[in-house]
């Protein structure tokens, strides 16, 4: 069956490090990858979209990687910031405008 | 610009009664999608219209759940009757467009507590 892996424990990450989060899947051949910032008691926020034949895309502070053969995609906030602090959401989206969501990983960045 | 409305923003009831969401996207937005998030977990489908077709209903529970989009604006999500399980944050969404490629802008979302 499909399965969709993000980091299974929380992050934490000092001010100003690089802080990586993963999304890794199974079963899945997804035409794109998307991540999403969710704050506690409010909807996702769309971040970043990277189709199946790009490798890196970029946006200020984040970069998103997408490995295919590796089936991985890797999410990293440089200079962070307390701010920064949220779960992620990683989503494969299929055909006809379908996304699947992982399960989210919790960052916390501290002063 | 408004972004995707729903009300109520919290919902206590007993079980075995009547629960109703309104989700109102954003103007213009063709596609909407209802959610359920369930604590610790990522959203996950429940039912997706293109306009007012219900073109994705897969994951819905159709013995207790129904929804409506009857003019292909806004949406109203349904469950008769509730049950413990079904205590979780209802989540709507719209996009612009159809297929690959869809952003979707995401509501507050509507917690039902079911005692």
């Known amino acids: 069956s499909q399965k969709i892996e993000q980091n299974s424990e929380a992050l934490n990450i000092q001010e100003g490090k690089t802080a990586t989060l993963t999304c890794n899947y199974t079963n899945y051949s997804p035409a794109y990858l998307q991540w999403y910032r969710q704050d506690p008691g409010r909807g996702p926020v769309f971040l970043l979209l990277?189709?199946?034949?790009?490798k890196e895309k970029r946006k200020e502070r984040l970069k998103v990687t997408f490995d295919t053969t590796l089936k991985q995609s890797l999410f990293h906030i440089t200079a962070s910031q307390p701010a920064d602090s949220a779960t992620y959401l990683c989503a494969l989206g299929g055909g006809a405008g379908k996304s699947t969501f992982g399960d989210g990983t919790t960052l916390t960045v501290k002063p | 610009e408004a972004g995707v409305v729903q009300s109520p923003r919290y919902k206590i009831i007993e079980k075995k009664q009547p629960v109703a969401f309104w989700c109102n996207p954003i103007s213009g937005h063709n596609t909407l999608y209802w959610y359920l998030q369930n604590l610790g977990q990522g959203p996950e489908l429940l039912i997706r219209y293109e306009n007012e077709e219900a073109v994705d209903d897969s994951q819905l529970p159709k013995d207790r759940f129904s929804a409506e989009r009857l003019k292909g604006v806004d949406s109203t999500l349904k469950i008769q009757p509730a049950e413990l399980g079904d205590s979780a944050v209802y989540l709507c969404?719209?996009?612009f467009g159809q297929g690959e490629l869809n952003e979707q802008f995401f509501g507050p979302g509507t917690r039902l507590t079911v005692l």
């Open positions: 969404a719209s996009s």
């Open positions: 990277i189709r199946e034949n790009e």
